[in-house]
T-cell receptor, first 117, second 111 residues
Framework: GAVVSQHPSRVICKSGTSVKIECRSL??????MFWYRQFPKQSLMLMAT?????????EQGVEKDKFLINHASLTLSTLTVTSAHPEDSSFYIC?????????????FGDGTRLSIL | GQNIDQPTEMTATEGAIVQINCTYQ??????LFWYQQHAGEAPTFLSY????GLEEKGRFSSFLSRSKGYSYLLLKELQMKDSASYLC????????????FGAGTRLAVHP
């Protein structure tokens, strides 16, 4: 069964709306989670590292004020796309791995397809 | 710098064998992952290699040569459902299992 749950799976909304995406680890506590974005026919691009109890670490070129990340508990990270515009339309995916063992595979959520009209 | 290269697209026939290559350049080495991703879905884990050699798992096998910075994914007895993107990924230096992905190889399996 799924070890990482992501919700919602699909969002369609008007330009200017803020959208919150949740990522939960189901079978383990994840001190670190990762958020990726994927445009059609392209690979996953890491946006940021979500750290439980501290600020997220953003990759170069990703606007921290645009993509707000909160990791308030050991099983939940949220990504909020603020004032979304059509160019933010993409497939957003979170991942986490069990910190109990090193180099364990990242488990991905099912992804959220965001469409901004 | 850190970089992962793999072919963009491949085609193969149902029942055949296909090999998807991946070359990587990373700061340090913490293993190499292969993921499968069907269109519109999240990636699913296929294999992880940290030592040289071939790891076999059913119809899928993965090979690693650390000295050459090279890996391949071997798919046998291809089925139509194997049509997907195959992503080669390596952990970035600094731990935390933060992955850098290759661009992915889109495999199309034809009857």
């Amino acid at each position: 069964g799924a070890v990482v749950s992501q919700h919602p799976s699909r969002v369609i909304c008007k330009s200017g709306t803020s959208v919150k995406i949740e990522c939960r680890s189901l079978d383990f506590q994840a001190t670190t989670m990762f958020w990726y974005r994927q445009f059609p026919k392209q690979s996953l691009m890491l946006m940021a590292t979500s750290n439980e109890g501290s600020k997220a670490t953003y990759e170069q070129g990703v606007e921290k004020d645009k993509f707000l990340i909160n990791h308030a508990s050991l099983t939940l990270s949220t990504l909020t796309v603020t004032s979304a515009h059509p160019e933010d339309s993409s497939f957003y995916i979170c991942s986490a791995s069990d910190p109990g063992a090193s180099n364990q595979p990242q488990h991905f959520g099912d992804g959220t397809r965001l469409s901004i009209l | 710098g850190q970089n992962i290269d793999q072919p963009t697209e491949m085609t193969a026939t149902e029942g055949a064998i296909v090999q998807i290559n991946c070359t990587y350049q990373t700061s340090g080495f913490n293993g190499l992952f292969w993921y499968q991703q069907h269109a519109g879905e999240a990636p699913t884990f296929l294999s992880y290699n940290v030592l040289d050699g071939l790891e076999e798992k059913g119809r899928f096998s993965s090979f690693l040569s650390r000295s050459k910075g090279y890996s391949y994914l071997l798919l046998k007895e291809l089925q139509m459902k194997d049509s997907a993107s195959y992503l080669c990924a390596a952990p970035l230096s600094g731990g935390y299992n933060k992955l850098i992905f290759g661009a992915g190889t889109r495999l199309a399996v034809h009857p």
